[in-house]
T-cell receptor, first 114, second 111 residues
Framework: NAGVMQNPRHLVRRRGQEARLRCSPM?????VYWYRQLPEEGLKFMVY????????ESGMPKERFSAEFPKEGPSILRIQQVVRGDSAAYFC????????????FGQGTRLTVV | ELKVEQNPLFLSMQEGKNYTIYCNYS?????LYWYRQDPGKSLESLFV?????AVKQEGRLMASLDTKARLSTLHITAAVHDLSATYFC???????????FGTGTRLQVFP
């Protein structure tokens, strides 16, 4: 049973480009969470999705950031027109259908904007 | 707004010594987690604490939860170098579910 899979592991983008981060949840998990970790800081919640629905996006920046979790395929975190301040580690976590269960984290995608 | 605070932020300790990391949170919560993170790596789940008075132990680490005081502790016994890492506590807010993380405690164990 593979864990939460994120790709790419490392991503380098020039300022103004788009970054697409992918997260495949664990088998049987339909809840996906995205977190951002700035250097030397803790993880900050960004968005919580279920299949085809955004449940809570209170942690998402208002502009340039979007997330989706389609019926088929991985969850995507998309950052348009990246800036240096977007450089961070982005972690995805997934949990099973039932609520109040532990979420499991992926290895993260480390985005560097140059 | 739920806030989670850890202290200390940095901890340098000698092998063989004991120490405690503290995690305070501001409102009631369903669950409290402790994670370990090595540099450049993901989070490794250490403990999940579900109820007042819960105590869990794994090797040299022991975690406890006092929901009335809104306090969790992570106690390190006879530290070894392999425990060097950053430790995070996180509180679960249901409806909708999301984790609120503490600031982390960077632990360094030296000979």
């Amino acid at each position: 049973n593979a864990g939460v899979m994120q790709n790419p592991r490392h991503l380098v983008r020039r300022r103004g480009q788009e970054a697409r981060l992918r997260c495949s949840p664990m088998k049987g998990h339909s809840h996906v969470y995205w977190y951002r970790q700035l250097p030397e800081e803790g993880l900050k919640f960004m968005v919580y999705l279920q299949k085809e629905n955004i449940i809570d996006e209170s942690g998402m920046p208002k502009e340039r950031f979007s997330a989706e979790f389609p019926k088929e395929g991985p969850s995507i975190l998309r950052i348009q027109q990246v800036v240096r301040g977007d450089s961070a580690a982005y972690f995805c976590a997934s949990s099973p259908l039932a609520s109040n269960t532990e979420a499991f984290f992926g290895q993260g995608t480390r985005l560097t904007v140059v | 707004e739920l806030k989670v605070e850890q202290n200390p932020l940095f901890l340098s300790m000698q092998e063989g010594k004991n120490y405690t990391i503290y995690c305070n949170y501001s409102t009631t919560s369903d669950r409290l987690y402790w994670y370990r993170q090595d540099p450049g790596k993901s989070l490794e789940s250490l403990f999940v604490l579900l109820s007042n008075g819960a105590v869990k132990q794994e090797g040299r680490l022991m975690a406890s939860l006092d929901t009335k005081a809104r306090l969790s502790t992570l106690h390190i016994t006879a530290a070894v170098h392999d425990l060097s890492a950053t430790y995070f506590c996180a509180v679960d807010r249901s409806a909708p579910d999301k984790l609120i993380f503490g600031t982390g405690t960077r632990l360094q164990v030296f000979p």
